[in-house]
């Protein structure tokens, strides 16, 4: 993928996320999160992050292209 990418977007510096040796379960910053946390969230809507408009602009579009690609 990663050469796919940097032949259509020359000029971006590409980082490799984790490949099939990632073991979520095995990482003690995943087994913080728990499923009363992840409830306790989405009721209370926080912790809140929020970004200056310019970044959050920024981050969206890639997010959404990526969304796209994804149908």
């Given amino acids: 993928m990663m050469p796919l990418l940097q032949g ?4 971006k510096s590409f980082i ?13 910053f995943m087994k913080m999160n728990t499923i009363e946390k992840l409830r306790d969230c989405l009721r209370d ?13 920024q981050a969206y579009a890639p997010i959404k292209r990526m969304l796209e690609w994804s149908k």
């Fill in 8 to 11: 259509e977007v020359p000029h």
């Fill in 16 to 28: 490799a996320g984790p490949a099939d040796t990632c073991a979520c379960n095995e990482c003690r």
């Fill in 45 to 57: 809507m926080s912790p809140q992050i929020e970004l200056p408009e310019a970044i959050r602009l």
